[in-house]
């Protein structure tokens, strides 16, 4: 067998999801509508526009999370309806490979959904970015969206193919992202300067989204192979 | 005169889970949870700051405890079950019945602690980072046994719940770590003036003692028990399996003549 | 049992919050003695099923 690099694998695993939601538009029709409908009835739950203003960065987390676990679902029901992962396997593909392959597939659709939804908060909730913390908001959102993206593909590859995993995943996901949330949240606030909030309270939560991301970035490209495996 | 009859011959001598072993470890559990009520609820003196509810501390602090030693033995099994040449599926058992006592007595502690909160801090709930990291950790276990739960071969099962029972393992520091960061930065002065870290005299220390012995021992008879029940329901479901397979197979036999 | 509504009022009285301290003990030993009993219940049963010398604990 002609030895593939790994970064070839991931690659093409990377640019056949990309491909895969550019045809069927369940991204653009489905998941992005609903991740403006959750931000919506944020509103209609908490009525007036200067709480918004205050738990808007909170929010916006939340409503990532909720569509992650949408992603992710969809992302693996495709991979495991047609036995795609075991087949990957059986040509002996290095489950790392493939573990990077869909994190970065995740990656680059999270990345969208922000880029929405903080466009949407402005919109709707009317917060205002500041010039001196975007570069705080910039990182925090690279550094959550890597974290959140390895915990996404654990836990979607764990339940790829088993029955009864549309139930399992929030319950596996949202505990361990809630550091996550906690820090992205905190991180937000101090670049947006929700309530008074300065922009060096954000770097310590930017430590720990590092390391957060850093961890089950490892873990994720160990566990992957095991997880999978039939 | 006795008749021998089939039933008595098919009676087993062993009835159970139980063993000689589990039977001087349940008793000596029994005796120490007896003496736990006794020192914790007559015995040991009032606190000075807490009053009577210390005395909830007795239960609470061995139960809290004692989940988090199963979640480690828990942890521990699933390493050795990775690592370990054999991929033990024992060791795999011993994990589960050990995360299922741990939800047990997560359970507890938390319900024990919201009742102590209640009294001391006025308030059922705090965002106390050890709370916190306390309530997700038991999630976060449900959810591990939902894993243990799902369809697949036992192989399937012990290594998937190994690589998550591992996975929570890194979960725990970085939650704990997130909620006292979260808590230090928005609360200037504590709330929890009264922590669990009361000047404790002697005997209220001893009625402690009592309770972690006590507890440990209940831990140790339950994960002896469970894990063999775990083990007797995978025997019974292979016989099961190979009753079906053996009726198919009579069934396919039938057809043909 | 009138005697012991006494006997629970007397304590009641004395003892601060009593009934969240004796409910936090029954709570616990309950919970556990259901798990236990369960355990001990569900293992009669399959014990029934599994002959012994397939039990590696024997």
């Given at each position: 067998m002609a030895e593939v690099s790994r970064f070839s694998v991931s690659w093409a695993v990377l640019m056949k999801d990309l491909r895969i939601e550019r045809r069927s538009r369940v991204m653009i029709n489905q998941i992005i509508p609903f991740s403006a409908l959750v931000m919506v009835l944020f509103a209609f739950a908490l009525d007036a526009t200067n709480i918004l203003t205050r738990v808007a960065p909170g929010l916006i987390w939340l409503a990532v999370l909720f569509s992650m676990i949408v992603i992710v679902q969809r992302g693996f029901a495709v991979e495991s309806s047609d036995g795609a992962l075991e087949a990957l396997q059986a040509a002996g593909v290095d489950p790392s490979a493939v573990f990077w392959g869909k994190w970065a597939a995740l990656v680059v659709q999270l990345t969208v959904i922000e880029v929405l939804l903080v466009g949407a908060a402005v919109l709707l909730y009317g917060v205002e970015i500041r010039a001196i913390g975007l570069v705080l908001l910039v990182t925090t959102a690279i550094s959550a969206t890597c974290g959140l993206a390895a915990v996404g593909t654990i836990y979607g590859g764990l339940a790829a193919?088993?029955?009864?995993?549309e139930t399992l995943l929030p319950l596996l996901v949202l505990p361990v992202a809630s550091p996550v949330l906690i820090g992205a949240t905190r991180a937000v606030e101090a670049a947006l300067g929700t309530?008074?909030?300065?922009?060096?309270?954000?770097w310590p939560w930017l430590g720990l989204l590092s390391v957060f991301a850093v961890t089950f970035g490892v873990a994720g490209s160990f566990a992957f192979g095991p997880l999978i495996e039939e | 005169m006795t008749t021998i009859t089939p039933q008595t011959i098919q009676a087993p001598r062993h009835r159970g889970t139980g063993t000689r072993a589990t039977r001087v470890v349940g008793i000596a559990t029994i005796i120490m949870i007896g003496w736990l009520a006794v020192f914790g609820l007559v015995i040991s003196p009032a606190d000075r700051d807490q009053g009577d509810s210390v005395r909830i501390m007795y239960v609470h602090v061995p139960s809290v405890w004692l989940a988090y030693l199963a979640f480690i033995v828990t942890a521990v099994c699933s390493a050795i079950h990775l690592i370990g040449k054999r991929h033990s599926l024992g060791v795999d058992r011993v994990a589960g019945a050990s995360a299922e006592i741990g939800v047990v007595f997560m359970a507890v502690t938390l319900v024990t602690g919201m009742l102590w909160g209640r009294i001391t801090w006025g308030v059922y709930w705090q965002w106390d980072a050890r709370l916190t990291t306390t309530a997700l950790l038991f999630v976060s276990y449900i959810g591990y046994l939902a894993v243990r739960g799902l369809e697949g071969t036992r192989e399937q099962r012990a290594r998937r719940s190994a690589v998550i029972g591992l996975l929570v393992v890194l979960e725990i520091p970085l939650v704990h770590w997130s909620v006292r960061l979260w808590r230090s930065l928005h609360q200037?002065?504590?709330?929890?003036?009264?922590?669990?870290d009361v000047s404790l005299d002697g005997l209220m220390l001893f009625s402690l003692f009592v309770g972690v012995v006590a507890f440990t021992l209940l831990f140790i008879w339950l994960v002896l028990h469970r894990s063999r029940t775990l083990t007797m329901i995978d025997l019974s479901g292979d016989r099961d399996l190979d009753a079906a397979l053996a009726s198919r197979r009579a069934e396919g036999g039938a057809d043909r003549v | 049992m009138q005697r012991l509504r006494l006997v629970v009022q007397k304590v009641v009285q004395t003892v601060s919050d009593a009934g969240f301290i004796i409910g936090s003990y029954l709570i616990t030993l309950g919970a556990i003695g259901a798990f236990a009993i369960r355990t001990i219940r569900l293992g009669r049963k399959l014990a029934n099923e599994v002959p012994d010398e397939e039990k590696p604990w024997l």
């Open positions: 193919g088993v029955s009864g995993r309530g008074g909030t300065t922009i060096s309270e954000g | 200037e002065a504590t709330v929890l003036g009264t922590d669990l | -």
